[in-house]
């Protein structure tokens, strides 16, 4: 059964330096607290992975928290580029980053083998793109067609952290709107975290809503607003203002490293 | 005489008339977003709008500003997880259109989205395929918007990205280019442009149809529902 913590006792008890680290999130409920927290622990040399690394991965790359980033698309959404990201591979600055770099669909369903105990996914991808060459995957024959399929790593994270709008007090998490890989990262981690924007008494289950039972979950921490500048469905907009202003921010390290003092380092704990 | 308009524009009304009301499509954010949600308001509204977030049969009022945005979720048929997206819906083969952009394209469609220079050591790191690399090769026929210029449109490209074996249409501000033989050929400019506009900004030795046709400049009615969803999307 989860336990319920505070984010700063989450991330103590379950993130240790050089850990792989989930931090998902599909455009919706992208877990920035918990980001934030691993940033203020100091946390460092970790393998980070995430389908779409966007602000809050500029911020972890930036401050020097990762060693190594597994992706499949890092950029700003609607605005252009991440600028720590960039500096990061182009000039190797705060440190080098190396990438292991994939396709949505890859990254997809290496989570879901993942949770599904899996050792690897299958599925028919990987063709026609230079990336084949860049990362890992292999080809497998389908033992009964003959087809040449793409084999890949099932994503199995020391810890995978994610953000839904609701828990219980027996730590039974439910999320809805715009569902990305939550479930998949929770099933395939050896540790989890999920932040809530509230916890209640009874859940009350949405239409299309993902239900995740506390039994598969180690922590819960409410941290109300966790997904800002994101969006939590039925709680708040996106701060699309925030994501354009990010583009200034992220530009310059001088000004970045001063926006995260101020913003992150400074910040008190949720 | 018709209105002024911008160059998007008439790339968002070109895309836009190139799908019909069956026309099941894969959608990105920005000029593909536009043009989906364009002929959706004009003479396609039974087109069916996928973003690779989740949502199937999107049906936003508003442009949206992300592919997550929560428009989308509560305007559509049907939300699923992005496992299953990938897994059931785009290699399921349930797609027919998929839009793409990217930094270059060669004369063969490829493309490319990963880095500009070396992999290991790139000038400039782009985002990256996302879903393209799939895309491209699982749905029945890839349109491409972008740009024209020597620099996108390049004999050589830096990394491939994406497959261009399935790309049937190029849309770019200056004119169309579509397969004939294999190789990417301009059948098409738009108003104000002239096949050596074309040829200028591309930078192989571009293939021209023996007729090339003008566009047909955005209509009135085109223009207003482009706006009426423009305005919206920015409000």
Redesign the interface.
Same mark, same amino acid.
């Given at each position: 059964m989860a336990e319920i913590v505070t984010l700063t006792e989450g991330i103590r008890e379950l993130v240790s330096d050089g850990d792989t680290v989930a931090l998902e999130g599909f455009t919706h409920l992208i877990p920035h607290a918990a980001g934030h927290e691993v940033i203020r622990q100091q946390l460092h040399d970790l393998t980070l992975i995430r389908m779409t690394p966007d602000v809050i991965y500029d911020q972890l790359i930036g401050v020097g928290c990762a060693r190594k980033l597994v992706f499949s698309w890092g950029g700003n959404p609607g605005v252009g580029s991440l600028h720590r990201f960039r500096d990061a591979v182009e000039h190797g600055w705060p440190a080098p980053l190396e990438l292991e770099e994939h396709s949505h669909a890859g990254m997809a369903a290496m989570f879901a083998a993942g949770a599904s105990n899996l050792p690897f996914a299958v599925l028919r991808g990987y063709t026609g793109t230079g990336l084949a060459a860049h990362t890992r995957v292999e080809r497998i024959t389908c033992p009964f067609t003959g087809e040449v399929l793409a084999a890949l790593p099932a994503h199995r994270p020391d810890v995978g952290i994610v953000h839904a709008q609701q828990a219980d007090r027996k730590g039974n998490v439910h999320l809805w709107g715009i569902s990305g890989v939550q479930k998949e990262v929770v099933l395939a981690s050896a540790r989890s975290l999920v932040t809530v924007e509230e916890i209640v008494d009874e859940l009350e289950p949405r239409p299309g809503g993902v239900t995740i039972p506390g039994w598969t979950i180690d922590a819960v921490a409410c941290v109300p607003g966790g997904a800002r500048p994101s969006y939590a469905h039925g709680y708040y907009d996106r701060d699309n203002a925030f994501y354009v202003e990010w583009e200034q921010i992220s530009r310059d390290r001088d000004t970045f490293t001063a926006w995260m003092r101020e913003h992150v380092l400074e910040a008190v704990p949720v | 005489m018709s209105a002024a308009y911008s160059a998007d524009e008439m790339m968002a009304v070109e895309a836009s008339r190139r799908l019909t009301n069956d026309s099941v499509c894969f959608v990105g954010?920005?000029l593909p977003s536009l043009a989906a949600n364009l002929a959706r308001r004009t003479h396609a509204p039974g087109c069916t709008l996928v973003y690779? *977030?989740? $949502?199937i049969g999107a049906k936003p009022e508003q442009l949206p500003? *992300?592919?997550?945005?929560?428009e989308?979720?509560e305007t559509a048929d049907?939300?699923v *997880?992005? @496992?299953e997206?990938?897994?059931y819906w785009?290699?399921g083969g349930r797609i027919g259109v998929g839009f793409l952009g990217a930094a270059q394209i060669d004369r063969h469609g490829?493309l490319n989205s $990963?880095v500009i220079g070396d992999?290991g050591s @790139?000038?400039? =790191?782009? @985002?990256?395929?996302?879903?393209? @690399?799939?895309i491209? $090769? *699982?749905v029945r026929d890839v349109f491409v918007m972008l740009r024209h210029s020597s620099r996108a449109f390049v004999e050589r490209l830096d990394? =491939? $990205?994406?497959?261009g074996?399935r790309v049937r249409l190029v849309v770019t501000d200056l004119g169309i280019l579509e397969p004939r033989d294999d190789e990417l050929t301009l059948t098409r400019v738009h108003p104000g442009s002239t096949v050596d506009d074309v040829r200028a900004a591309t930078g192989w030795d571009l293939k021209v149809a023996a007729r090339v046709e003008e566009t047909e400049p955005p209509t009135a009615d085109e223009l207003a529902a482009l706006r009426a969803l423009e305005t919206k999307g920015r409000a």
């Open positions: - | 954010i920005g690779e *977030s989740g $949502t500003l *992300s592919i997550g945005d929560g989308l979720a049907a939300v *997880s992005v @496992p997206m990938f897994a785009l290699q490829n $990963t992999y @790139p000038e400039v =790191r782009l @985002p990256g395929g996302g879903g393209a @690399p799939e491209a $090769t *699982s990394f =491939r $990205t994406s497959s074996e």
